[in-house]
């Protein structure tokens, strides 16, 4: 991984953390209450890097890599995939906020982060003041609606979660070509213009790394049984998430799969808001300020409190 690579964050601290046997890199900017930010795939930090500075001037922003991803270190594959199921994830996510002094936080999950994100919020409700996810449904709604034209528009759950090392050799051969055709398909436009040009330098230099290939792999093999299990024995026990949820879908990205993807969410959530955004899958970049500023009005109503 280069060492040179643009700086998106100015005036952020960088750092690593160790928690629960994985090396979280991760940046953090700004004041006030505490707000993490969880990204997906087949992305990083670097994600968020349109709106950190807008939303750095309401909250203390803490910004990581997911396991496997972007500069976080890589846990070793399993059989049963723990080490990548979300409820792992969110774990060391709580515990990475513990050690940075935060025993309360607020947090958004952007696509595999929004996953984190409301598990997160499932096993952990007293850490949270609020969440958000963003353009997801959860993981075993996707499942338990798999059809011929959904298959077709998330076809990557189903070759990804592929036993290793198929999906990973397959990409591998050629990571820049899927990576930037993965985007890209999932824009509105179905082009790489929302991206800027620092920010796929970073996205392309840590996707060419084939073990890092490997854990996105195993993150959706994750999703696809250890993931769906969790999922599926809260939804069977009437879990629900309590802490408030705002969920937000591109009004042309994955999760309007559903007609309502708002009554979705009530399914699983006891107060849940929202509202699709003008773009694709990827809101904090094609529709930053839109995104911005529906995050700053639902967060700031408990920093204000708090």
Same mark, same amino acid.
């Given at each position: 991984m280069k060492n040179d690579l643009p700086d998106l964050f100015p005036g952020f601290d960088s750092m690593t953390v160790d928690v629960n046997d994985v090396h979280l890199f991760c940046r953090i900017g700004g004041s006030g209450p505490p707000l993490l930010l969880l990204h997906g795939y087949p992305q990083s930090h670097i994600c968020w890097h349109k709106i950190a500075p807008q939303l750095?001037?309401?909250?203390?922003?803490?910004?990581? *890599?997911?396991?496997? #991803?972007?500069?976080?270190?890589?846990?070793?594959?399993? *059989? *049963?995939?723990?080490? #990548?199921?979300?409820?792992?994830?969110?774990?060391?996510?709580?515990?990475?906020?513990?050690?940075?002094?935060?025993?309360?936080?607020?947090?958004a999950g952007h696509d595999r982060g929004g996953r984190v994100a409301y598990r997160l919020a499932l096993d952990h409700p007293e850490m949270l003041t609020k969440v958000a996810v963003l353009d997801i449904l959860p993981t075993c709604d996707y499942w338990d609606r798999m059809d011929r034209l959904f298959g077709l528009k998330i076809y990557h759950w189903m070759f990804l979660a592929q036993a290793a090392p198929f999906p990973e050799n397959m990409i591998s051969a050629a990571p820049v070509a899927f990576l930037d055709h993965t985007l890209a398909s999932w824009t509105a436009a179905k082009d790489l213009s929302c991206f800027s040009k620092e920010a796929m330098t970073h996205n392309r230099d840590w996707f060419c790394e084939p073990d890092r290939v490997s854990a996105t792999c195993e993150d959706y093999r994750a999703g696809a049984r250890i993931d769906y299990e969790h999922d599926r024995s809260d939804l069977d026990a009437g879990k629900k998430i309590q802490p408030p949820l705002l969920a937000l879908w591109g009004s042309k990205g994955i999760a309007t799969s559903v007609d309502d993807p708002l009554e979705v969410w009530r399914g699983w959530s006891a107060n849940v808001t929202g509202a699709a955004v003008a773009c694709g899958h990827f809101l904090p970049e094609e529709a930053p300020q839109e995104t911005v500023a529906a995050l700053i009005a639902f967060f700031r109503n408990t920093a204000e409190l708090s």
């Open positions: 750095a001037e309401h909250f203390t922003v803490v910004l990581p *890599d997911l396991p496997g #991803y972007g500069r976080s270190s890589v846990p070793p594959l399993s *059989d *049963d995939h723990a080490a #990548y199921s979300k409820r792992n994830i969110a774990a060391a996510m709580v515990e990475l906020m513990k050690v940075l002094g935060h025993t309360t936080f607020s947090l």
